[in-house]
Structures are given as structure tokens and as C-alpha cells.
């Protein structure tokens, strides 16, 4: 009945501050294909999935904090090479929690974006 997530949409305050978290320090492909709404916003196509930001200054998801609290919720992107995945983020100074051993059998990382959305990548 269900094929997949074919999108999960975050709220950013700054979409140019975002896009370049995204984009330039994440090193996700934007997509061309986002239509104009009539509002700030960014499409990333990661494998099937895509993450869509969207700025929307009334939208109640935002956290309030960038802290990092790997109960708290958040989506997941397993990776190829967690080694290459940590070079990569350490290299752009980005806090992480790292949980190489944790009651899963993967590697979990959680980052947080400029307005608090949490993301692990695993492997």
C-alpha cells in the first residue's frame, strides 16, 4: 500500500542561511523542480526523498533551541561512509552527538540545523 517518505517539510527562519547548511555545509542537491508558492522555501532530493524547507513565520514546529536531544524529534539519513560523513561535518565545525555505541546496531550522529531541526545520520 505504501511505497515510501516522499518528503519531510521543516520550517527555517533564514532560507539563504538554510540553503547554504543544506546546499554547501551538508552537501545536499537542491531540486529545480519546487514550483513558486509564493513563499521562501527549498527542495532537497536525498535518495527517494526529499526535504522540503519552508519559511512560514506563523508555523508552531519550530524547537526554540539548537541543543541537541536525541529523544527529541527528528528524522534520520543513513549514510555510505560514517568515517567520510564525520570528516566531512567536523570540517565545517558543526556540533554533533556522537553515538557510535547505543542500544541500535548502527552508528547514529545527531546534528542540529541554524533553527534547532534535528537530523541523525546513521550507518
Known amino acids: ?59 508552531k514546529t519550530l524547537r526554540g533551541t539548537t541543543e541537541i536531544d536525541s529523544r527529541d524529534g527528528h528524522f534520520a539519513i543513513r549514510v555510505q561512509d560514517m568515517d567520510a560523513f564525520l570528516e566531512h561535518i567536523e570540517s565545517h565545525n558543526i556540533e554533533i552527538l556522537n553515538k557510535p555505541e547505543n542500544k541500535t546496531e548502527w552508528h547514529q550522529v545527531f546534528i542540529s540545523d541554524p533553527d534547532g531541526n534535528l537530523i541523525e545520520f546513521n550507518r
Open 1 to 59: 500500500m505504501y511505497e515510501g517518505i516522499h518528503h519531510v517539510s521543516l520550517l527555517v527562519t533564514d532560507i539563504e542561511r538554510s540553503k547554504h547548511f543544506y546546499g554547501e555545509v551538508l552537501g545536499f542537491e537542491e531540486s529545480n523542480d519546487r514550483p513558486d508558492f509564493g513563499f521562501p522555501g527549498a527542495w532537497y532530493q536525498i535518495g527517494n526523498t526529499q526535504i522540503h524547507l519552508i519559511v512560514h513565520e506563523e508555523g
